[in-house]
């Protein structure tokens, strides 16, 4: 699987006629959150990589929380939009995402986040949605459980999780 | 230098009297910025260390942003509060930090922030003021030049930090 | 997918027989790698987590590197195993990978790469293979491109990449 | 305290005759190991910043392991060459480290240890020496515990740490 082949089997623009994981938010919302991911990569901090990302997380009521790239000049401490998203979330004491949409500024592919991002995710529930952009606003869907098959999880995790966390 | 040399230098609640670099925050915002840095710290997603932080960074205009610790069952991907409070206020478009104040559940010593942190601080200048307290408010002051001597910059940065500004 | 669907799909013992991805390394060479992998374990410094891990990566010369999770105070900077190994290969000038295996303390699952391994082993090419072993040293094969579907990577990337990097 | 005050303090060279933190590898010593971390700068895989380094670690019984910097498309996750030869060390089955030296493309800088990397080295002892250089084989020498003036250190980190770890 990569994002073509999602777009070839029909999960771009939401509609999932494939019968496969289906988006369960309504088409408006996406293009919603798209529209302010692509606001949050305004403010992106990246003189390292002029590689500008902006990521909006949705989150169970409806609340929306946008976050972008943020680095440093130690590179092994550059934060995504996505984890930055998500984590102002968790401050805000929020832990039960509905989905995330990511911009950037590739015009010709949609923007895929990394495997730290994903694991990120993964955290918070496997069946939450991943929306990858382009600069034309068009995107793709795809799950947590897509992006990060056989999830790498410790046990020990299911008895601290707080009651606001989906299960997966 | 430690934090409780720090206190013995007479540099705790701000007095600064050594005549070495004394706190620019009155002591009021200073106690403000804790109380924030707790009540944040019990947002704090943890079950893996159960080390609860929470930190409050007050920026050039008096907004205050918040963050606790975020941790991952991959623990390579923890984030700090310190840096969930940073990268939120990068998000909403501010890079002139003034100070920041971190608060764990630690009685009996100044919680001091990580090599992380101090590093992911000092891309955002070197003078700006960083208070570690004790679950009692108590409190000792550094500058972030103070925590990370030598500090390590790559000089492409010099041309990319602006004072206020937000790039794009 | 998850790591029981590849035993499900006849992947688990290398044998492929399902027409997709057949294991390329023999089977001998496989068990020989889990077995080192499961010696590296035994020297992870992991006071944090107490999980331990071992990785052993085989290079294009037939070379094998191992690694081990190396923790620290500051959650976010532990290290895990296979990437210790890859970052070793990579300061004794390889950079073509062949095969990692990887071996933790999991009697009932396999063990699974977080997502940032998966992200760090795509940079050496999408097409290698991912050997994950229970305590029994039974085990499942996938390839990195399984693990991380739709891999992100920078363009620029491309240029700049060793002569020894095999292509994916 | 900065790198250049390090020099003017009289500590380049290792000689230390302001009383304070003498260094206790012999300069033959030092020399070799820098030499060392320049050759392993020779191996970093760095396509994103272009800034290569190396890094030398002597342990407890004279061994000396080595490392570069080795980067990721998604900058996050790339690793430092100081934690590099840090990680390769535990690996082989070290945690006793009385020296590291590090090596960049710095012709007019002594190459700063970052915070994560100050961090990782203050997980093994605050009291072993780090020695800093330009590409002229010039060095200043520190210590962790001037690098990361009032460590972070979890308290459980205490009962766990190995017998050969050096205290501090």
Same mark, same amino acid.
């Given at each position: 699987?990569?994002?073509?082949?999602?777009?070839?089997?029909? #999960?771009?623009?939401?509609?999932?006629?494939?019968?496969?994981?289906? !988006?369960?938010?309504?088409p408006d919302q996406v293009k919603a959150l798209i529209q302010k991911a692509m606001e949050a990569k305004q403010? !992106?901090?990246?003189?390292?990589?002029?590689?500008?990302?902006? =990521?909006?997380?949705?989150?169970?009521?409806?609340?929306?929380?946008?976050?972008?790239?943020?680095?440093?000049?130690?590179?092994?401490?550059?934060?995504? =939009?996505?984890?930055?998203?998500?984590?102002?979330?968790?401050?805000?004491?929020?832990?039960?995402?509905? !989905?995330?949409?990511?911009?950037?500024?590739?015009?010709?592919e949609f923007i895929s986040a990394c495997g730290s991002c994903?694991?990120?995710?993964?955290?918070?529930?496997?069946?939450? #949605?991943?929306?990858?952009?382009?600069?034309?606003?068009?995107?793709?869907?795809?799950?947590?459980? #897509?992006?990060?098959?056989? =999830?790498?999880?410790?046990?020990?995790?299911?008895?601290?999780?707080?009651?606001?966390?989906?299960?997966?």
């Amino acid at each position: 699987m990569n994002m073509e082949d999602l777009k070839v089997r029909g #999960e771009i623009g939401h509609n999932g006629e494939d019968g496969r994981s289906p !988006a369960r938010t309504p088409p408006d919302q996406v293009k919603a959150l798209i529209q302010k991911a692509m606001e949050a990569k305004q403010r !992106a901090y990246c003189p390292y990589s002029k590689f500008r990302v902006g =990521a909006a997380l949705l989150v169970h009521d409806g609340t929306v929380f946008t976050g972008c790239n943020v680095e440093n000049a130690c590179y092994g401490l550059c934060l995504c =939009a996505e984890r930055n998203a998500m984590s102002t979330a968790v401050s805000e004491g929020y832990r039960s995402f509905m !989905a995330i949409a990511i911009a950037g500024d590739t015009d010709d592919e949609f923007i895929s986040a990394c495997g730290s991002c994903r694991q990120f995710m993964s955290e918070f529930g496997l069946n939450w #949605e991943v929306y990858s952009s382009k600069t034309d606003g068009s995107y793709v869907k795809s799950d947590v459980s #897509e992006l990060l098959p056989g =999830a790498f999880e410790l046990k020990l995790k299911k008895n601290n999780i707080g009651s606001h966390i989906q299960e997966s």
